[in-house]
């Protein structure tokens, strides 16, 4: 039997808190997951510093993988035999759902943010390059991981497998929010998913919702609202990842001015120099970063030594809501007043700005276009979800952005000089502080 139908003697089960179970029966996909390059997954956090305000947070990257590869295991079980389905397409889904997240690394966020890293040029690298999973592709046949590959990079020319993996309405989101739900313990990010996958049809390029489901997709949206704003976008949890960004940005700065580490920052090094090959970015995960963070503590530098003593021990940053577009002026005196006082502004005066659009529908053209959800109505045609929804148009194209600014509030109170921490607390609080 060809190597991409052989079936595993037993089915697998992996047990999940979200699906119940992620059911294997392909031999290709039982290999994929015992890659080196999959498993290095466990070592990443879904969330990566969410765990400091909801301590539930400690997923991985992998569980969100098994489970994203469990949706459009579902969602392709129920296509069987429907018109506009190719059963050949099977695999593809499969591969591309479980491989979608493979090139993140460890707090992907920050690390993208302050090397300039792309997580998705990385997973395309991963996939392509000299590495197991690769091996595994070209099994299923030559020019099988190029295709997983283009599906994941939305380039590949069947529209509905892509849609399956990443659209308004995917096995990806659908995944994320619920899990992210139950392990960060809120109760937004719940929706009736198995009503979802029963109302989804393909059709000709993209997947469409049969618009008797459309009450469980609202809630999907209003889940996926929610959860932006009271998770991903907690402001402690932001806190957190602020410093994280600093504590690279000044280790990367020492590098580059000759410092001498303790501890030789080994790991990190071609991230400094900007030239990451495949190999080093599969070596550092979280727990070789934690590595270094705890150890830092002890450097000699004292930003690099207290930042990481924050970090670690969860002494964060305080904020303000302020925004950078209307108080320019507040911030270049706050930046005045806080180098009078001996406090670096570059790593401890930080402007972080989060912003989302929850639904859209279709602005060719535009940046961020996105394909929108349709509705199947019952006399064959199709409607945009906010033509039909006044819910989800009350949110469409609407984008939302907070902005906060980030200090350490505890430094505030070690300034000698009176009439600068006034000023300071005036520009930050619009009154003195309360200590
Ligand atoms: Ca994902």
């Not at 990443?44 to 400690?58: M, R």
């Not at 990443?166 to 929706?191: E, K």
Request: hydrophobic share 35%; net charge negative.
């Amino acid at each position: 039997m060809a190597y991409k139908d052989e079936q595993l003697n037993e089915e697998k089960v992996f047990k999940d808190p979200v699906h119940r179970y992620v059911h294997v029966r392909d031999r290709v996909i039982w290999d994929l997951i015992a890659t080196p390059e999959f498993q290095r997954l466990r070592r990443i956090k879904q969330l990566g510093t969410t765990n400091i305000t909801f301590h539930g947070a400690e997923h991985s990257r992998f569980n969100h993988s098994l489970g994203v590869y469990e949706i459009v295991r579902r969602i392709i079980n129920n296509f069987q035999g429907r018109p506009h389905w190719n059963n050949e397409d099977r695999l593809l889904c499969m591969c591309a759902a479980l491989l979608h997240d493979l090139g993140h690394g460890p707090f992907s966020h920050s690390f993208e943010k302050v090397f300039k890293l792309d997580h998705e040029f990385y997973t395309q690298a991963i996939i392509m390059g000299d590495t197991v999973v690769n091996k595994v592709l070209e099994r299923v046949s030559p020019g099988f991981a190029q295709e997983v590959a283009d599906v994941i990079a939305k380039t590949h020319s069947n529209k509905l497998v892509i849609s399956l993996i990443s659209s308004q309405i995917d096995a990806d989101r659908m995944d994320y929010l619920q899990r992210d739900a139950y392990f960060t313990g809120v109760s937004y990010g719940h929706f009736d998913m198995e009503r979802i996958l029963r109302v989804m049809r393909p059709i000709e390029d993209q997947v469409v919702i049969k618009s008797s489901g459309m009450h469980a997709v609202e809630d999907y949206i209003m889940s996926r609202y929610q959860m932006y704003w009271q998770v991903y976008f907690h402001p402690v949890t932001r806190s957190a990842e602020v410093i994280l960004t600093k504590i690279l940005h000044r280790a990367k700065h020492l590098y580059e001015s000759d410092y001498n580490f303790k501890l030789q920052p080994t790991h990190f090094l071609s991230f400094f120099l900007g030239k990451v090959s495949l190999k080093e970015y599969l070596k550092l995960d979280e727990s070789i970063v934690h590595y270094y963070f705890q150890l830092w503590q002890e450097e000699e530098d004292k930003i690099l030594r207290d930042l990481c003593e924050r970090f670690m021990n969860r002494r964060l940053f305080k904020y303000v809501e302020f925004n950078p577009n209307k108080q320019i002026s507040d911030l270049l005196r706050l930046m005045e007043l806080f180098r009078e006082a001996g406090i670096d502004p570059e790593y401890y005066l930080v402007v972080d700005s989060s912003s989302d659009l929850p639904y859209d529908f279709y602005r060719p053209g535009e940046e961020e276009e996105r394909l929108p959800i349709h509705l199947l109505m019952p006399n064959g045609s199709l409607k945009e979800l906010s033509r039909q929804s006044d819910i989800v148009e009350s949110i469409s194209g609407k984008k939302r952005t907070d902005h906060k600014l980030y200090f350490p509030k505890d430094f505030l109170y070690t300034i000698k000089d009176e009439k600068i921490i006034e000023e300071i607390e005036r520009i930050l609080y619009g009154k003195e502080m309360q200590s």
